[in-house]
Structures are given as C-alpha cells and as structure tokens.
C-alpha cells in the first residue's frame, strides 16, 4: 500500500482535512500549523483533533505531518526573532500531541552572514529547549536547496545538528525530493547511492518521511522551486523509482506540487498507478 497524500489547507479544520483526504484517496496529509508566513493561529480545538484521530484510526491513514511556518527561523542573528521563533515552535509542538501519531516538519533555518557553525549552534540550542521527554510528537528537520544561506543544504549538517541535540530521539529527517536534487543529490541517476551517503551520514532510520515534489530546476541549482509530478528536471520516472524503491517504499509521501486539490488527487492516482505492491 502506497502511503501518499498532499498539502492541504487547515482552514476548515482538522477533521475537514481528514474528509479532504479521504475525497482524493490519499492516506495522510500535510498541513501547515498556522499561516505559513507565521503569525497568528486559531484557538485549539481539542474536539476537531479528537474527530481527526478517529478518522485517521479509521481509515488506516499513515501518519499525518504539519509543517511549521517558513518564516521560522531559530538561527536568525536577531535574538528577537529567535526567541519568537521559539515561541512559536513550542506552541505549535504542543498543539500537535492533540494528534495521534503527529510529525512536525521545519526548515532548520538561514543563517544569514553567520556562517553554517553559529546558525548549527543556534538550532541546537533552541531545540534543547524546546524538546521533551514527554513528547510523542516526532520532529523532522527538511532537507534544503540550499537557497541563500539555508541550513540543512547537505546530509552532514543535519547530522550535525541531530548529534547534537540531547533528546534526539524525538528528532527524525523529512528528504524533499525537489531541495535534494536542487541542492545537487543525483536521485535521478544514483538514487542508490544518494541513499547510502544518506545512511552512512545521517541513519537511514532517521528517514521518516519524503515531500515527493519536481523541480522546476536543474541538478545543483540551489533554487527550490516545486514543479508538478513528471512535468520537471526530476520527471516521473525517477519519482516513480522513488516511491518503489526498497528502503523507502513504506515511508509517508507527501505532494508538494502546484496544484489545487483535483491535481493532487490526479497525481496520487497516478503514482498509486505506479506503485509495485509487494
Ligand atoms: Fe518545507
Ligand atoms: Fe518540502
Ligand atoms: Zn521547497
């Protein structure tokens, strides 16, 4: 069984995006925590969650993944948005043990003219203090193009920062199939052995979900711009090795594409077309 869904929008709600999901025969979603571009959220509706987990337990759904704010950064030279930064992540971290098996996927961060080393020790630091023992919420750190000064451009730096971090048993990694070839891992040609350097720096077994995206730009372009599924660089068939491929096979996917819901729901239907049950 495929585990695939898409981003969609939590306006209406939680159990809204379950319904959603189920209309497109996806079995998990993405959503973002608050308005993307960071601010203010709703009230908690414990009530929603608790319909939404019902619905996932259901309809067997894959674990569900809510992405922080892009304009989070916790290794912001400004200790003002940092600690805002914070804020926001603990929040939004504590809104999401309402739900039953919940991810929570971020950017680790730009760090501006600081250099990677202080924007790492920044990271690490905020996630000591946000992390706990309590939690059941899985965090993930996304892999990134490596636009600007994007920390988490290549495997060594988030290895660097999981090693770093106390509990980071707490912490797994989001592969984005766009940011990755961006930021110059052939998945194209020698997906095999991006998996290995994958496994050699980072664990495989830290791999706990992938944004399946095209990028609407070359190999190493360091751009980060998400093309429709078969329409990219990337193009379907080495998405399509992707999805099937052994050591990745039972992992969640989640769209990323420009696409309204019935794009998405075409796209799942084609991959789910492509998909080798074993
Ligand atoms: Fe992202
Ligand atoms: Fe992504
Ligand atoms: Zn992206």
Known sequence: MLNIG????SVRGY??????????????????TRNPRGGDVKPMNIADAEALNKL???????????????TLNLCSADSGIR???????????????YIEQGMLNFH???????????????????????????????????????????????????????KRVELNEKLGVC????????????????????LEEFDKVIGLSRLKAIHLNDSKNPLGSHKDRHE?????FIGLSALVNVINHPQLSHLPFYLE??????????????LRKHFNEK
């Open 228 to 232: 429709v599924i078969g329409g990219g």
């Open 56 to 70: 996932l337990k259901e309809n067997n759904f894959a674990r569900v993944l809510a992405h922080a704010p892009y």
């Open 15 to 32: 159990e809204a995006m379950g319904k959603e999901a189920l209309s497109i025969s996806a079995n998990t979603f993405q959503f973002f």
């Open 83 to 97: 600690e805002f930064a914070k804020r926001i992540f603990a929040e939004d971290l504590a809104r999401m043990e």
């Open 108 to 162: 680790p961060g730009s760090h501006v003219k600081q250099g990677v080393e202080t924007g790492i020790t920044f990271i690490v630091d905020a996630l000591n203090g946000i992390l706990s023992k309590e939690q059941k919420t899985l965090v993930l750190l996304e892999t990134m193009a490596g636009k600007g000064s994007e920390v988490g451009r290549n495997f060594e730096e988030l290895a660097e920062i999981i």
């Open 257 to 270: 594409t420009p696409n309204e819901l019935p794009g998405y729901a075409e796209e799942i239907k084609l």
């Open 6 to 9: 898409c981003h969609l929008s």
């Open 175 to 194: 592969l984005d199939t766009c940011h990755v070839h961006d930021a110059g891992y052939d998945i194209v040609n020698a997906l095999d052995s991006v």
